[in-house]
């Protein structure tokens, strides 16, 4: 009886396997594709049909998928929030106030990010060649909404400076003031803000409010002071520091570099940065290192500028927060960065690979005496030449000044933004009210889990 069923059970599958093949054969020979002969076909207008109902606000949705450049509207804002804040800065230096406040000039600092993006889109279109965005003058016309406030350098108006002694300026009096004025905006009110842009590239800028303006794309340095449901790389942009080392201008090699490590910033920091201090433990007593503690100067810049020039490596450690301005001082001095900052975020990953000119070093790893050092030591000069050749092709991409640099870079990742962008606005309107403190983030957030990485 069991062999009579087996063989039923292998004659079935056999018959079935014939059938099959008789159908594909059918498919493939004598198969004709349906050919809409009728331009008003009902498939035709099934797709018209849905795209006016998808209904995206003031738009007509473009078939190709989002193509063409990405139109942006830049507010025209009230002085106190832009140029006002260049003036306080100066007051409370010992300035005298101008009658012209457009008169005046940005002060040089490492978050002049956002004096550059401002003076991009006050242009006219007419010289912003190349540029992955198009500026309109009509609100009705932008994909999205630029705010150009300049966050970073209010944070820094009274900076170190005891009370009763600077200009009466108050950084977070001029937050809350911005915020009311957006949310006083129709196209602000709109989208709930979702289609707009808003600079915050100091970790401490808009600290006060950042959760008020959480669904606008922030363009910031790092995470490190942003909860999961304020930032990510979802949503927001990861922008370079302004360098303030001038870019090394001499040969690839390191004949003139007879420094193995440098290093040169404010050795005590909080939080994460509080491993400076236990590198300089490690390192001040190594011959070929030098690692001093300095502040923020125009001498100390100098002193640095000479220290990256003749250095192979130059120390990047966490700070307050995983990212510095170091870095980027590095890139363009040629000094290959020697990365210590396990949650660090770095722009423009989508279009370079840091791991071409840079030593990736995990904090345990670089703590071990004597580690860090013997490592840098074994890296021979032809993978010191490769790095540098690496940072050269790279570095237009941290120069504001550069016409094909930075400034283009971040406004190429925010046009990127716009399908999610999109998708976001239709979905907060079909979703019933949700916890505030939910994340809105439901994939990629902040680096959590930090890098690690050898040679």
Request: aromatic share 10%.
């Amino acid at each position: 009886m069991a062999r009579k069923s087996s063989l039923f059970k292998q004659t079935l599958i056999a018959t079935l396997f014939f059938i099959l093949a008789i159908y594909s054969f059918f498919v493939t020979f004598f198969h004709t594709p349906f050919t809409a002969s009728d331009p008003s076909s009902a498939d035709e207008e099934l797709e018209l049909s849905s795209r006016e109902n998808l209904n995206f606000p003031g738009k007509e949705i473009d078939p190709s998928g989002f193509g063409g450049k990405v139109k942006v509207f830049m507010y025209d804002l009230p002085h106190k929030f832009t140029y006002g804040i260049i003036q306080q800065h100066g007051l409370a230096r010992g300035g005298s106030a101008v009658a012209d406040v457009t008169t005046l000039q940005y002060p040089g600092h490492q978050h002049m990010h956002e004096w550059f993006l401002f003076s991009d889109l006050a242009r006219p279109e007419s010289e912003r060649v190349g540029s992955h965005i198009t500026k309109v003058s009509d609100p009705e016309e932008a994909d999205l909404f630029f705010v150009p406030v300049f966050s970073s350098l209010s944070l820094i108006v009274n900076a170190g400076r005891p009370p009763g002694s600077g200009s009466g300026y108050n950084d977070e009096g001029m937050q809350e003031a911005l915020v009311e004025w957006l949310e006083g905006q129709e196209y602000w009110r709109r989208n709930n803000g979702w289609d707009h842009v808003i600079i915050a590239g100091d970790p401490n800028a808009l600290y006060r409010v950042v959760d008020r303006v959480k669904n606008a794309v922030l363009l910031v340095s790092d995470f490190g002071r942003l909860r999961p449901d304020l930032g990510s790389l979802v949503k927001d942009v990861i922008i370079p520091y302004s360098h303030r080392i001038s870019a090394y201008t001499g040969d690839f090699g390191v004949e003139e570099r007879k420094t193995l490590l440098f290093f040169m910033g404010n050795r005590y920091r909080k939080e994460g940065g509080k491993i400076r201090d236990l590198l300089f433990q490690i390192l001040e007593t190594e011959g070929d290192v030098v690692i001093k503690h300095g502040t923020q100067s125009r001498e100390n810049r100098r002193a640095a500028s000479r220290g990256m020039h003749t250095s192979k490596f130059c120390l990047n450690p966490a700070g307050d927060t995983p990212s510095a301005c170091r870095l980027f001082d590095a890139i363009v001095s040629l000094c290959v960065p020697v990365i210590v900052s396990d949650s660090i975020e770095l722009p423009f990953e989508d279009a370079i690979d840091y791991r071409k000119f840079s030593v990736f070093v995990e904090t345990a790893a670089a703590l071990k005496p004597g580690y860090l050092v013997s490592l840098l030591r074994k890296i021979p000069t032809e993978k010191i030449i490769e790095y540098q050749k690496a940072m050269k092709e790279v570095r237009r991409y941290y120069d504001y000044t550069d016409p094909n640099g930075a400034v283009n870079e971040i406004w190429r990742q925010v046009s990127q933004k716009l399908p999610l962008i999109k998708l976001m606005i239709n979905r907060d309107r079909r979703l019933v009210k949700k916890d505030s403190s939910e994340s809105t983030c439901s994939c990629l957030c902040s680096n959590q889990t930090g890098i690690i990485s050898s040679l």
